[in-house]
């Protein structure tokens, strides 16, 4: 059997080299391991690297599913670490804003960067303004 660890490096590199079915396929090996460990937001986090991999294939209903599951996990958990949410709300919204759900998008945007600031990333909390900006123009 194959360690959760092991498996997450399988899915980054199959990601880095473009093999993005192998790469999910190692990610999905992982996140069954640590569901079954009841390892809660390790989970959350190797599904929302899931979900990135369907958003970048285009598949954006598989997507949305594993955000959404990744969020509900990260906004129960007192210990979730405020990147990592940070870390998952950022291409939530990036869905729903290429989605036309822009009322949505603009709240993420707003959580998203109200965390990055809390934790001094000036770079997110630039890219969330933006986005919001962007939102209020169109």
Excluded at 84 to 109: E, I, S
């Amino acid at each position: 059997m194959v360690a959760a660890a092991e498996a997450i490096s399988q899915g980054r590199q199959a990601r880095n080299d473009g093999d993005l079915p192998a790469a999910r396929a190692h990610y999905a090996e992982a996140a069954r391991i640590y569901k079954d460990q009841n390892d809660t937001l390790a989970y959350a986090h190797t599904i929302r690297h899931i979900a990135d991999i369907y958003q970048q294939e285009s598949n954006l209903g598989e997507a949305r599913t594993l955000y959404e599951e990744s969020l509900e996990l990260y906004r129960s958990n007192l210990n979730t670490k405020l990147l990592d949410l940070a870390n998952t709300v950022r291409p939530y919204a990036l869905l729903n804003k290429g989605q036309g759900n822009h009322d949505l998008a603009k709240k993420l945007w707003e959580e998203a960067g109200s965390l990055y600031g809390s934790l001094r990333l000036d770079l997110g909390v630039s890219e969330c303004k933006a986005h919001i900006s962007q939102l209020g123009q169109s």
